[in-house]
């Protein structure tokens, strides 16, 4: 079940073609619409600002290979292991989804266009590292949405509030959520699965086409920001 490369059993009822689009679409919605956010809420022009404060204040000019140490410690301690959160459960259900989503999408882009139509077998490992990835992402989305929300934890309101802010936790969640169940069903019960896949469609074109509203392009400009 789990070893079996869910986009293969998919491609007998619908395109290899339609299904690669799909991918190349959702690409095209996060790049189009992280775009939009930093263009209608003014990030590029507030970065751009911060950057030119930044420059007509230094005390000394930065070479090249500083310059380098300091995008690299950006990296690994800002971005990859969220030192910006001081609360250890924040902290890991942000790795815990983060990772997870790198996971899920190299190995969903890699079992879309690598593997389809199945000429060569995909590798088992792959397929693992998709359910795992998903399940990770599901984890860290929940574990944020009912126990880590401000509004939640601190301001006692309850846990199915929803407001603009949270489309991208939500819709990130069922995504992942859905995606699994999707591809467990596929051989036990293809009715059941069919329904999953079209929420799981449905809860992709939410995720990806709602960035503008969501907090989705964060996760690009701002370790650029930082």
Known sequence: MFSINPFVELSNS????????????????VAGGTIYDMIEKQNATYFFRNWRKAKLSKIREVSFGDMLAIIFKTITVDVFSAAEFCSFN???????TF?????YVI????????????????????PYIWYISALLISIGC???????????????NSPFRIVQADIFVLSL??????????????????????????????????????????????????????
């Open 14 to 29: 619908i395109p290899v073609i339609a299904m690669q689009t799909f991918v190349i679409l959702m690409f095209a919605l």
């Open 90 to 96: 924040r902290r890991l259900a942000h790795l815990l």
């Open 99 to 103: 990772y997870g989503f790198i996971g």
């Open 107 to 126: 190995t969903t882009v890699v079992m879309v266009f690598s593997y389809l139509p199945e000429q060569t077998q995909t590798p088992v490992l792959i």
């Open 142 to 156: 929940y574990w944020f949405w009912f126990f880590i929300r401000v509004d939640v934890a601190a301001e006692g």
């Open 173 to 226: 969640a069922i995504s992942s959520t859905l995606g699994i169940l999707w591809g467990i069903t596929q051989t036990s019960n293809p009715i059941l699965s069919s329904i999953f896949l079209l929420l799981y469609l449905v809860s992709n074109l939410i995720l990806f086409g709602s960035i503008p509203w969501s907090k989705f392009a964060h996760m690009f400009y701002k370790p650029g920001a930082a």
